[in-house]
C-alpha cells in the first residue's frame, strides 16, 4: 500500500496543543460531515468561518494560536471534544459490523468508480443527484462495514456556482480550489515521493497524482492530471467537472475508467467486484479486459471474467446522462491503449457512434435501474441489446434510490425519533416494523419540527439575498416569507428534464395545494 503525505496534516498536529491534536485526525476524516456533535465542535472554534466554508482543514489552518488556547480553557468545549473523539474512536475501530457479521470469509474489495461524489461543500467535486447519491453510497458502505474503495477526479474549479448578477439572471462562477487546503492528502510511493500514475492517451503518456480522502471507513482516491510532467493542455483535463469539450471530456473518462485500475494497481488493490456507477467510468473494463488478454486470455474469455465481476448502475432515461462520442474521436484517444485490440471499441459501438452506457452494459453482469419505474423505462431504451427477449424478461433490475439518513435527516426530526422510536433508528433503519413508530408522533410536534426546520432555510434565503446585496452594492428589499406558505424550489439547475412545468398540467389539484 502507497503511504499518504502527511505534510499538512503534520503542520496542524504541530499547530495544536497536545490535548487538542485529535482534531487533525477529525478534520482529515469526513466522519465529521454527518455527526452533529462534531459539526457543532468545529462551529464553536470559529462560527463565521465555520458558516463560510465548512472546511476543519481549513479552519485549523488559519485559527490562531492563542484561539486554541482559549479553547483549552473552555469547559464546555473540552468536554464536547472528548465526547465526540471517543465516538470517533469507537466508530472507526468496531467489535463488529453489519457486514463483517454476514460476510465474514470475503476477502476482497468492492471498488466503485464515479464521476462525482458529494460528501461535502468542502469537496466541491459534485454537480446533483448522481454525485450526492454517490456520496451517500460510499457514507453508507462506511456505517455498513463494506470493504469498499471509491475512484474519482478531483476537479481544479469543480462544477460551477450559480449566482444571481444585477439584471436578475444567473451566472456561473468557477472558483479555483488549493488541494493543501482540503480534508484531503496526497498519495506517496514507497520511496516518499508522490505517486504518478501513466495513462495512454492518443500517442503518448499522460501523469496523473492521486490524492486519498477519508470517509469513515471508506476511502476515495482522486486523479487529478496538474503535474510538471504533462502538457500545458493535457494539466486541464481534470479543470472543471462535466467539461462541456468532448475532447477533454473523453479524456477525463479515460482518466476515471483506465486511469483509475492503474492506479488500483499501484497501491496492489485487487478488486472482488467493480461497480460502475453510470457509463462514465466504463473504460475501466476495457483495462481489465486488456491485462486479461495480456496474461494469454482470448478476447472472449476476458471478456467473461470481466463481465462476471462487474455490477452497473444506470441513473436516467434523459440523453444528457448517456455519453456518447463519435467513434473515430474515442479511436484517436485510446489509439496508444488499443494498439492491435480493435475489438475492444466493438464493445461501446452504436452505428459511427461509440456509447458509454452500452459499453457498461455490455461488460457488466448485473445491471440494476434506480426506481421501478426507471427500470421499466430502461427495458424498453435498451431491448435491442437483448433481441427476442420479452421485455419484462430484460435483466435491468430496480434497486431504489435511497439516503444516507444521518446525513439528511433534520437535526428537529432527528429529535423526535429519538423521542417516539428510539435511537435504534440511526444505527437500524431497516429493521423490520421499525418505523410504524412514527405513528406514535402527535401531529402537532411534527408540523411544529416542520415549521423550525422552514423557519431555519427561510433565514438562510435571507442571508443569501443579503449576501447579493452586499456584492452587487445594492439595497434590494428582502421580502418576507411565510413560514406557512409553499415553497417550491430547484436544487442547483432549473434544467427543463425536471418538467417544472407538470405542476400546471392540472390546475385543480395546484389550486388545492396552494390553499390548503
Known amino acids: 500500500m502507497a503511504r499518504v503525505d502527511e505534510c499538512t496534516y503534520e503542520t496542524i498536529r504541530e499547530k495544536l496543543p497536545s490535548p487538542l491534536r485529535g482534531l487533525a485526525d477529525l478534520a482529515y476524516n469526513y466522519w465529521w460531515s454527518w455527526n452533529r456533535r462534531a459539526t457543532k465542535l468545529w462551529e464553536k472554534i470559529d462560527p463565521e468561518h465555520w458558516a463560510e466554508y465548512k472546511n476543519p482543514v481549513k479552519l485549523l489552518l488559519d485559527t490562531p494560536h492563542h484561539r486554541f488556547r482559549e479553547l483549552l480553557r473552555d469547559d464546555d468545549f473540552m468536554n464536547l471534544y472528548e465526547l465526540v473523539m471517543e465516538q470517533f474512536e469507537d466508530y472507526m475501530n468496531p467489535d463488529s459490523t453489519w457486514f463483517s457479521t454476514n460476510y465474514p470469509n470475503w476477502d476482497k474489495p468492492i471498488v466503485y468508480l464515479c ?6 461543500k468542502s469537496l466541491p467535486i459534485y454537480s446533483g443527484g448522481l454525485g450526492i447519491l454517490a456520496g451517500d453510497h460510499v457514507k453508507t458502505a462506511s456505517d455498513l462495514g463494506l470493504p469498499f474503495i471509491a475512484v474519482g477526479l478531483l476537479y481544479k474549479h469543480g462544477y460551477f456556482r450559480q449566482e444571481i448578477d444585477e439584471n436578475g439572471n444567473q451566472i456561473e462562477v468557477f472558483p479555483e480550489y488549493r488541494p493543501e487546503e482540503m480534508p484531503i492528502k496526497p498519495v506517496l510511493d514507497r520511496n516518499g515521493e508522490r505517486l504518478l500514475i501513466e495513462v495512454p492517451i492518443e500517442d503518448r503518456t499522460v501523469y496523473a497524482r492521486a490524492f486519498e480522502v477519508q470517509v469513515g471507513r471508506v476511502r476515495i482516491y ?6 510538471p510532467e504533462n502538457s500545458p493542455d493535457d494539466r486541464k483535463i481534470c479543470d472543471y467537472l462535466y467539461n462541456a469539450e468532448m475532447d477533454k471530456r473523453i479524456k477525463q473518462e479515460i482518466l476515471l475508467g483506465i486511469g483509475g485500475m492503474r492506479l488500483l494497481k499501484a497501491l496492489g488493490i485487487e478488486p472482488g467486484i467493480v461497480h460502475l456507477n453510470e457509463g462514465h467510468p466504463a473504460f475501466a473494463n476495457l483495462q481489465r479486459i486488456a491485462w486479461l488478454m495480456d496474461e494469454g486470455l482470448t478476447f472472449t474469455e476476458a471478456l467473461s471474467v470481466v463481465r462476471g465481476t ?66 421499466e423505462v430502461s427495458r424498453r431504451m435498451w431491448q435491442d441489446i437483448w433481441p427476442g427477449v420479452p421485455l419484462d424478461e430484460i435483466p435491468i433490475e430496480p434497486i431504489t434510490n435511497g439516503v444516507h439518513t444521518m446525513t439528511w435527516v433534520h437535526n428537529e426530526m432527528r429529535k423526535l425519533f429519538d423521542r417516539y422510536i428510539g435511537k435504534v433508528w440511526r444505527e437500524h433503519t ?9 405513528e406514535r408522533i402527535p401531529d402537532e410536534e411534527l408540523w411544529e419540527a416542520h415549521l423550525e426546520a422552514k423557519r431555519q432555510f427561510i433565514e438562510l434565503l435571507r442571508r443569501k439575498a443579503m449576501e447579493r446585496n452586499e456584492r452587487l452594492g445594492t439595497d434590494d428589499p428582502i421580502p418576507a416569507i411565510d413560514e406557512n406558505a409553499l ?18 398540467t392540472d390546475l385543480d389539484r395546484l389550486r388545492k395545494l396552494l390553499n390548503d
Not at 417550491?488 to 400546471?504: C, E, N, P, S
Open 430 to 438: 431497516n429493521l423490520e416494523g421499525i418505523w410504524y413508530a412514527v
Open 310 to 375: 462487474t455490477v452497473f448502475t444506470t441513473h436516467t432515461p434523459v440523453p444528457a446522462g448517456h455519453d456518447r462520442f463519435p467513434i473515430e474521436e474515442v479511436r484517436k484517444r485510446l489509439a496508444k491503449f488499443l494498439k492491435d485490440r480493435g475489438e475492444l471499441l466493438e464493445l461501446g459501438r452504436e452505428g459511427e457512434q461509440f456509447n458509454m452506457t452500452l459499453l457498461a452494459i455490455r461488460t457488466s453482469s448485473y445491471v440494476n435501474a434506480v426506481s421501478k419505474l426507471h427500470a
Open 115 to 120: 464521476m462525482e461524489y458529494g460528501i461535502s
Open 487 to 504: 415553497i417550491i424550489g430547484f436544487a442547483r439547475r432549473f434544467a427543463t428534464y425536471k418538467r417544472a412545468v407538470l405542476l400546471l
Open 222 to 227: 482522486l486523479l487529478d492530471t496538474d503535474v
